[in-house]
Nanobody, 123 residues
Framework: QVQLVESGGGLVQAGGSLRLSCAASGLTFSWYTLGWFRQAPGKEREFVAS????????NYADSVKGRFTISRDNAKNTAVLQMNSLKPEDTAVYYCGASRSRVATTGPLYEYWGQGTQVTVSS
């Protein structure tokens, strides 16, 4: 059974940082592109960042470029989203997903999802 478990969310002031982790099990982790999406109340889930299976390529939403960094450790089956200079508009539930597609910036390309972790940025 495939499981993706996010952790690291919480409440932070604007300008602060958070580090989200995604721990995967039940799949050959290194075969998958890992992505982070987020969903704010009343909004659709949106792409945040992704990283290919050998870390050869990363993609970021324009809204987070220069502030967020995605990385992965295939030996530990984990992916990390380092979020700096957080803004109130970053407030959302953040989801980790796994995709067999190399370029995976849309939700339908993802086969597996975690349960999400709440990030709240206060002004």
């Amino acid at each position: 059974q495939v499981q993706l478990v996010e952790s690291g969310g919480g409440l932070v002031q604007a300008g602060g940082s958070l580090r989200l982790s995604c721990a995967a099990s039940g799949l050959t982790f290194s075969w998958y592109t890992l992505g982070w999406f987020r969903q704010a109340p009343g909004k659709e889930r949106e792409f945040v960042a992704s990283i290919t299976w050998m870390s050869s390529s990363t993609n970021y939403a324009d809204s987070v470029k220069g502030r967020f960094t995605i990385s992965r450790d295939n030996a530990k089956n984990t992916a990390v989203l380092q979020m700096n200079s957080l803004k109130p508009e970053d407030t959302a539930v953040y989801y980790c997903g796994a995709s067999r597609s190399r370029v995976a910036t849309t939700g339908p390309l993802y086969e597996y999802w975690g349960q999400g972790t709440q990030v709240t940025v206060s002004s």
